[in-house]
């Protein structure tokens, strides 16, 4: 049976160094990794599970569910496993097409603030000067704004019906804290040989920034990348409960707005219709945060060996 290699990293900087196995692919050996992991196999399997559900159980079921007002608030059956709601629609297909949603606004949030943040504490890290104090000083303004004070004031303005505009104002409200934490890995890694010696070659500041150094965080930036995912659908499953922005579609933020707005948790029949939605959050954010955990232990040597 072969054996992969842990990935080495540099006492200084933190980051991974190319390992030494040859013949196996970075993502193969980070698999295998991840499979050996009890806490990691079980983020991923749970991620994984939350996905299919949400992108492949719609072309299943069907993105249109049918409603029968008369049927409000119908106890959990063979029929109706999660039972009804209040407008008579099946809790189990609400769960099922809610899920969308929330993971695009989450990726897509996490996306935006990824390469915003990235970016721009790239390039402040290496170039410095008056540049990098210009947006050490913009991240210390948006970072000061309360972000959810910030939405809602947003979403009175603005109607945020569109779940590719709420994932733009949650991902441009999101990347100060990782910019200065690119920033930093920037200012080690710039001083480095390999970065020396792009300069002496004269291959220009754009293949230095993105071509050189941020490769180099790769691993640091994709831990990075999942963090945002989960703080941008806490954002966005927290302002559809707040009712800041409108009820209208189907996600699970919805779903625990209107059972909370009808008064569901008084009804023992409506207890699946809160719980579900609930619980797939939970699901989705446990797994994320394991994957993240094990991920930091398994690319960063000094946490595995603690």
Known sequence: MTTTSPPVTDPEAGLPAPS??????????????????????????????????????????????PGDPARAWEAPSSAHWL???????????????????????????????????????????????RFDALMLQLTDVVM????????????????????????????????????????AQVLSLKEREFVEAAQLL???????????IVPNMASYILINFIIAVTNAIYAMVGLYL??????????????INDAWTKGAMFNPDAMPYIIAPVTMIVLLQLGLILLT???????????RDR
Do not use: C
């Not at 939405?151 to 990347?175: Q, R």
């Open 20 to 65: 030494a196995s040859a013949g196996v692919s970075p993502l193969r050996r980070l698999l295998s990794e991840l499979t050996r992991s009890t806490a990691g196999f079980i983020g991923l399997l749970l991620v994984l599970a939350i996905l299919a559900v949400s992108l492949i159980g719609p072309l299943i079921m069907g993105t249109s569910v």
């Open 83 to 129: 039972g009804l709601e209040g407008g008579g629609k099946d809790t189990l297909h609400l769960l099922v097409t809610g899920g969308r949603t929330v993971l695009m606004v989450g990726f897509l949030a996490a996306a935006i603030t990824t390469v915003i943040a990235v970016a721009i504490g790239s390039l402040a890290g290496y170039f410095g000067g």
């Open 144 to 183: 000061t704004i309360p972000q959810i004070v910030l939405l809602a004031v947003v979403g009175a303005f603005y109607k945020l019906d569109s779940p590719t505009l709420l994932a733009v104002i949650i991902g441009t409200l999101s990347w100060p804290v990782l910019m200065r934490s690119i920033r």
């Open 202 to 212: 004269d291959v220009g500041w754009v293949r230095i920034v993105f071509g050189e």
């Open 242 to 255: 707040l009712g800041l922005a409108p009820q209208r579609g189907n996600n699970w933020g919805i779903m």
């Open 293 to 303: 955990r094990t991920l930091e232990e398994i690319l960063n040597p000094r946490l």
